[in-house]
T-cell receptor
Framework: NAGVTQTPKFQVLKTGQSMTLQCAQD?????MSWYRQDPGMGLRLIHY???????DQGEVPNGYNVSRSTTEDFPLRLLSAAPSQTSVYFC?????????????FGPGTRLTVL | AQSVSQHNHHVILSEAASLELGCNYS??????LFWYVQYPGQHLQLLLK??????LVKGIKGFEAEFIKSKFSFNLRKPSVQWSDTAEYFC????????????FGAGTRLAVHP
């Protein structure tokens, strides 16, 4: 199994540009989520999905869109990038259910918005 | 607001020194508690977790943590650190029944010198 994969690893954008960060997992996990990691702030939940066709907002959803058309993929879209979105983005996946299951994290995407 | 506090942002130790990293959370009721580690250039990995039962939990690589309910704390310990423990350590909390949403602390950067 490849686990959780993310592309690209690095990206530089100009303010106002749009882009999609890709996340895929091959473990048949129901739950997928996106976090951003900023110095001194740890990881903060952006959006999450409990299954195909179901998404919800996390702690810091503004400026980001998600969709979940398949179990495997959970892309994160920045419609109009802003410097405040400069961060490292991590995707995670796990088995579903209301109780906690161990999450597996991807390698991250480092995004710089100029 | 729900939060997780890690008291030490940067810790520098020599090899063989003992380690204790503090973590406090501000939730009432039952919580699940975690420590994650991020080695340089790598993604997050689960070190250990506490759901219930024995408040002293053992994780991988010789790490352990103690849950003290009265102090809302979940401190991470290792009796003798190695250079390879150089990493960033994150404490995280999950509310049972809250799916897999994690609330992370800001992280502690540990540097171990030979």
């Amino acid at each position: 199994n490849a686990g959780v994969t993310q592309t690209p690893k690095f990206q530089v954008l100009k303010t106002g540009q749009s882009m999609t960060l890709q996340c895929a997992q091959d473990m048949n996990h129901e739950y997928m989520s996106w976090y951003r990691q900023d110095p001194g702030m740890g990881l903060r939940l952006i959006h999450y999905s409990v299954g195909a066709g179901i998404t919800d907002q996390g702690e810091v959803p503004n400026g980001y869109n998600v969709s979940r058309s398949t179990t495997e993929d959970f892309p994160l879209r920045l419609l109009s990038a802003a410097p405040s979105q400069t961060s490292v983005y991590f995707c995670a996946s796990s088995y579903g259910g209301q109780n906690y299951n161990e999450q597996f994290f991807g390698p991250g995407t480092r995004l710089t918005v100029l | 607001a729900q939060s997780v506090s890690q008291h030490n942002h940067h810790v520098i130790l020599s090899e063989a020194a003992s380690l204790e990293l503090g973590c406090n959370y501000s939730y009432g009721g039952t919580v699940n508690l975690f420590w994650y580690v991020q080695y340089p250039g790598q993604h997050l990995q689960l070190l250990l977790k506490y759901f219930s039962g024995d408040p002293l939990v053992k994780g991988i690589k010789g790490f352990e943590a103690e849950f003290i309910k009265s102090k809302f704390s979940f401190n991470l310990r290792k009796p003798s650190v190695q250079w390879s423990d150089t990493a960033e350590y994150f404490c995280a909390v999950n509310k049972p029944g809250g799916y897999n949403k994690l609330i992370f602390g800001a992280g502690t950067r540990l540097a171990v010198h030979p």
